[in-house]
């Protein structure tokens, strides 16, 4: 086990938030802690690294690196060397030692998993009460993907809100001026609606709302009201803007966006679905604004970067919410000019967006433009018969793959036997061969055939859906490579057919 010196105890302890733990809880963090030095030149971290591990600094300077610029230098013992280095994953910088520096790092699932308990625990502790709201604000799932620095003066700048059970924080229809997050206590956000109010989530401890409206100026979508009594920490239109929007919401222009599309980046469409129909970039995915926050999370996170597409407001809160759960995103930049001098639509619908399971979180205060309404019974019916008949095309498509498997075997026993024939030149085996050629043909034809069938029922049926499972895109594929795989042994079949023919042209000269 690790022996630690009073100093380094004292310096982990003031890192945050490691500064929340009980003395039994760091005692358990400090036997997955190792304390490293790093040289004058050498990499704490990598840009792109997707290792989960939170590394401090405790002496010396670290420069931030992304590609070939610096972007910071960090100074142990300042108010942003409290935070972890480089926090979002994948990185986005890399870490490299100015100097002779010491520091630690630490499994992020670990640390987490004792935050979170020492915050319960600290809930009925008033003598915690400064270290334990710091870190429910912490825990914020927007502040994990802001540098260090921006959220040192977050915690600077929010003020403290005491607020009563029933206590209505922001209303509908109001201008907005300020961004929420909860650090005890419950919310309910609800919007007027023709029928009446109807509820749309219920905001818990960590959960941050309002910033729908301060991204897009307009007016607010919903009105939250406490659910008990509790806790806000306020954060003004303009510090929201300079301290989370700003290096959350990054754009692009067209003329960049196309290589990254080439390289294996992915068109966003946040419009409604009726409009990405009617015309869309190839390839492009649609996730409605209404409900991109229960749909995203079908899609991968890690080596993948996105573009989102759509008119400006709807694209900057589209942006925003897929970087606030870690997505690799950024913002497209003129849609207005770019859609007039026409998307290229796809003559298929595009790449669909999996449907997503009602176990999501639930969405924050104006977390969303438009609630989708009840489950239709009829819906869900056709959801679940679509799922089974995928089902069904893939195990399918699976044997077929096997068949295939089997053919391609039997052809080479049948390159091997052809061979054997040139070199005895006995008739009667040419003539086996030339018949079973023949069959091998037929089965190939109809291997072929069944695919297509498997293929036209599977796009079918997600023709027949508004929104289809990601599946059909890994079938489209897998039909492509069977395809490809028909083809090869198709082209195997007539070299050999030509091979026999030859053969047999020999052997006629020869009697």
Request: net charge negative; charged share 30%; proline share 4%.
């Amino acid at each position: 086990m690790t022996t630690y010196s009073e100093t380094d105890k004292s310096l982990i302890r003031h890192l945050i938030p490691l500064n929340a733990l009980s003395n039994e809880q760091m005692d358990r963090i400090l036997a997955h802690i190792t304390v490293e030095k790093a040289q004058n030149g050498e990499l704490l971290f990598r840009e792109g690294d997707n290792d989960r591990k939170h590394f401090f600094l405790l002496e010396g300077q670290v420069k931030l690196i992304s590609g070939t610029r610096d972007i910071g230098l960090i100074q142990s013992g300042t108010p942003t060397a409290k935070f972890a280095l480089a926090h979002q994953w994948p990185r986005k910088c890399s870490g490299k030692a100015a100097g002779e520096v010491r520091f630690i790092h630490v499994d992020s699932k670990i640390l987490d998993d004792l935050v979170v308990d020492s915050t319960h625990a600290q809930h009925n502790k008033p003598e915690d009460a400064n270290v334990g709201w710091m870190n429910l604000v912490l825990r914020a799932r927007v502040l994990k993907q802001v540098p260090a620095a921006n959220i040192a003066n977050v915690l600077r700048r929010v003020v403290e809100r005491p607020v009563k059970k029933g206590e209505v924080i922001i209303n509908q229809g109001d201008e907005a001026d300020e961004f929420f997050i909860i650090a005890r206590g419950t919310g309910i956000v609800t919007r007027k609606d023709p029928g009446g109010d109807r509820q749309l989530a219920v905001l818990s401890p960590g959960e941050g709302f309002g910033e729908d409206a301060l991204i897009t100026g307009s007016p607010r979508a919903a009105t939250v009201s406490m659910a008990s009594d509790g806790t806000l920490m306020r954060l003004s239109k303009d510090d929201f803007n300079d301290l989370i929007r700003r290096p959350l919401v990054q754009s692009i222009r067209i003329e960049k966006a196309r290589p990254l599309i080439q390289q294996g980046a992915i068109w966003v469409d946040v419009r409604p679905a009726e409009e990405f129909n009617a015309d869309h970039f190839p390839d492009a995915i649609n996730l409605p604004l209404e409900n991109l926050r229960e749909r995203c999370s079908a899609y991968p996170t890690e080596k993948r970067k996105y573009i989102v597409c759509g008119p400006a407001n709807e694209s900057a809160i589209g942006t925003f919410l897929l970087r606030e759960r870690g997505f690799d995103v950024l913002m497209l930049e003129g849609w207005d000019a770019v859609k007039d001098s026409g998307l290229t639509r796809d003559s298929e619908v595009a790449v669909p967006s999996e449907q997503i399971s009602a176990t999501s979180e639930p969405a924050a205060a104006e977390k969303t433009s438009s609630a989708p309404a009840a489950p239709d019974p009829n819906t869900e019916k056709q959801l679940v018969r679509l799922q089974k008949m995928v089902a069904q095309q893939v195990a399918e498509i699976t044997k077929l793959r096997k068949k295939l498997k089997a053919v391609i075997a039997e052809n080479e026993n049948l390159h091997n036997e052809l061979k054997k024939a040139t070199e005895s030149k006995t008739d009667d085996q040419v003539e086996i061969l030339q018949r079973r050629i023949d069959k091998l043909q037929d089965e190939l034809k109809a291997t072929r055939e069944e695919l297509e069938n498997a293929q036209g029922i599977v796009e079918e049926s997600y023709a027949n859906e508004s929104t289809v499972s990601w599946e059909f895109t890994r079938i489209k594929d897998k039909l492509s490579n069977t395809e490809q795989d028909l083809a090869r042994q198709i082209e195997i079949n007539r070299l050999l057919r030509e091979e026999n023919d030859t053969l047999t042209q020999r052997l006629n000269r020869n009697n």
